[in-house]
């Protein structure tokens, strides 16, 4: 059975720091999903890694992906407050027709 | 371009009431379709998911069911809610050609009462 973990589930930081939050999954996989949710909203995805060693990158977030280590890390760059809300990873094996998500971390900003 | 609508938006229901959420995607066709639920300040619980007209993944045994009437309609009912079905559903669907990324609708918050 395919578990994702994430960690931290809490974070909270100072504007102007740097930080990453780390995605680990239990099987092998090659594709990889960030979501971000802002509070009572909905998801939206952020990005999607389908090789080793990709990296995509968009405003201060970047995201990259280790396959053989089974880790995914999603970094903030010198944080702002608007970045604040929780951030999901999920993996899916393909053809299981479904992705499995993280339990999220809630990121907050403090200006 | 692609849409996904939830409906209703917000819904306050007492326990032994059912249950109707729909939810329609439009342009695109034979889409993966999803239903999740989360309680307040928690992760993603999958509940059902369908990859055809009258396929349907249940993931959870519990009192919800779903129906996939039409091709880019799926809906999730109860006939009769628990006050532990509070939370907030979303729908999500998937074109599995390369991967299966999920675009998700606006979601129901769902109250219990």
């Known amino acids: 059975e395919l578990k994702v973990e994430q960690n931290p589930l809490f974070l909270s930081m100072q504007e102007g720091k740097n930080y990453t939050i780390y995605c680990n999954y239990s099987?092998?996989?090659?594709?990889l999903y960030w979501y971000r949710q802002d509070p009572g909203k909905s998801l939206e995805s952020l990005f999607v890694?389908?090789?080793?060693?990709a990296v995509k990158q968009e405003g201060r977030l970047m995201a990259s992906l280790d396959t053989k280590a089974r880790l995914s890390t999603l970094h903030i760059t010198a944080a702002v407050h608007d970045l604040s809300a929780t951030y999901f990873c999920?993996?899916?094996?393909?053809?299981?027709?479904?992705?499995?998500f993280g339990k999220g971390t809630r990121l907050h900003i403090l200006p | 371009s692609q849409t996904i609508h939830q409906w209703p938006a917000t819904l306050v229901q007492p326990v032994g009431s059912p249950l109707s959420l729909e939810c329609t995607v439009e342009?695109?066709?034979?889409?993966?379709l999803y239903w999740y639920r989360q309680a307040a300040g928690r992760g993603l619980q999958l509940l059902f998911y369908?990859?055809?007209?009258?396929?349907i993944s249940s993931e959870v045994p519990q009192n919800l069911s779903a129906s996939r009437p039409q091709d880019r309609q799926f809906i999730l009912s109860s006939k009769k809610l628990l006050l532990s079905d509070s939370g907030f559903y979303l729908c999500?669907?998937?074109?599995?050609?390369?991967?299966?990324?999920?675009?998700f609708g606006p979601g129901t918050r769902l109250t219990v009462t």
């Open positions: 999500a669907w998937s074109i599995s050609v390369w991967t299966y990324e999920q675009y």
């Open positions: 099987t092998t996989s090659d594709r």
């Open positions: 890694l389908l090789s080793n060693g």
């Open positions: 999920a993996v899916d094996i393909w053809r299981d027709d479904k992705i499995i």
């Open positions: 342009g695109t066709s034979n889409p993966n």
């Open positions: 369908s990859v055809g007209i009258g396929q």
